[in-house]
């Protein structure tokens, strides 16, 4: 078990580009979620898949964001359009849950991308 | 989503017991209290959570108030590697809710 795995760790790109994450759950994990952290805030809630089913988005994600998880193992976010308030540091994290969320159920977060954007 | 109510930031000397606050006044009956904390340069990680009763494991300890509308957490022995931002989150639905959190340092 290594760990929720993101790539890359840092990304810098131009306005307007697209840029595309990656983020490998822990084996068996069968929901992901992303997170999206600015300095000095706490992650704020993207979005979430149970297995491939893309079950909640935040009213943040707007239209030039997308998550995809087709074969519910690793999940990718994809930014077109970069803006500069788009930099921020992406968390992706999982969980083994199944079913209706468990109170009990604890989420295993990696150590996120920082996007910067010039 | 509920909200919680910490302290901008907290210092405790290594060695020495840290107790981090939390208020949440608004605490229905079913929501549980969560706990992690955020190292420099890493995401979150899991510390502890509970219900109604105080709860132990082996990073920390969680005192619930018997009205349930605060928490404690408490780090025994603050050590340099415990320096980080400590979240209280009221689980609700199906996602975690984080606020700014308490930024925790630790003097040697």
């Not at chain 1, 840092?10 to 759950?25: A, L, S, W």
């Not at chain 1, 491939?52 to 998880?69: H, I, Y």
């Not at chain 2, 105080?54 to 018997?66: D, T, Y």
């Amino acid at each position: 078990d290594t760990g929720v795995s993101q790539d890359p760790r840092h990304k810098i790109t131009k306005r307007g580009q697209n840029v595309t994450f990656r983020c490998d759950p822990i084996s068996e994990h069968n929901r992901l979620y992303w997170y999206r952290q600015t300095l000095g805030q706490g992650p704020e809630f993207l979005t979430y898949f149970q297995n491939e089913a893309q079950l909640e988005k935040s009213r943040l994600l707007s239209d030039r964001f997308s998550a995809e998880r087709p074969k519910g193992s690793f999940s990718t976010l994809e930014i077109q359009r970069t803006e500069q308030g788009d930099s921020a540091m992406y968390l992706c994290a999982s969980s083994p849950g199944t079913g209706s969320f468990s109170p009990n159920e604890k989420l295993f977060f990696g150590s996120g991308t920082q996007l910067s954007v010039l | 989503d509920a909200k919680t109510t910490q302290p901008n930031s907290m210092e405790s000397n290594e060695e020495e017991p840290v107790h981090l606050p939390c208020n949440h006044s608004t605490i229905s009956g079913t929501d549980y209290i969560h706990w992690y904390r955020q190292l420099p340069s890493q995401g979150p990680e899991y510390v502890i959570h509970g219900l109604t009763s105080n709860v132990n494991n082996r990073m920390a300890s969680l005192a619930i108030a018997e009205d349930r509308k605060s928490s404690t957490l408490i780090l025994h022995r603050a050590t340099l590697r415990d320096a980080a931002v400590y979240y209280c989150i009221l689980l609700t639905g199906n996602k975690l809710v984080f606020g700014a959190g308490t930024i925790l340092r630790v003097k040697s």
